[in-house]
Nanobody, 124 residues
Framework: QVTLVESGGGLVQAGDSLRLSCAAS????????MGWFRQAPGKEREFVAA????????YYAASANGRFSISRDNAKNTVYLQMNSMKPEDTAVYYC?????????????????WGQGTQVTVSS
């Protein structure tokens, strides 16, 4: 069992940066791939970024590529999402998720555990 708790969301202006954190419980965190997803009002949940269990493999949605960076610290059981050059269309609830798959995936169905989400709002 893995419990995920996101933090770091808030209200920022367009062009600003924000770093989200996701703290995981459990001693097997380092064996899970981790992902970030987001859901804007009235829209489906969408993939943002993922990282494999070693941290060496990362994947990004086209909307995030070049602006966002995912990383993990297995010693701290934490995964991060650094968001730069933010845009109003980045406004959403951001969720982290854990997958036993280990390598990372853009598909929500591949993830076994989800956090409760953190709100990110970008004003223009």
């Amino acid at each position: 069992q893995v419990t995920l708790v996101e933090s770091g969301g808030g209200l920022v202006q367009a062009g600003d940066s924000l770093r989200l954190s996701c703290a995981a419980s459990g001693r097997t965190f380092s064996s899970y791939a981790m992902g970030w997803f987001r859901q804007a009002p009235g829209k489906e949940r969408e993939f943002v970024a993922a990282i494999g269990w070693t941290g060496r493999s990362t994947y990004y949605a086209a909307s995030a590529n070049g602006r966002f960076s995912i990383s993990r610290d297995n010693a701290k059981n934490t995964v991060y999402l650094q968001m730069n050059s933010m845009k109003p269309e980045d406004t959403a609830v951001y969720y982290c998720a854990a997958s036993r798959g280990g390598l990372g995936s853009e598909h929500a169905g591949d993830y076994d555990y989800w956090g409760q989400g953190t709100q990110v709002t970008v004003s223009s």
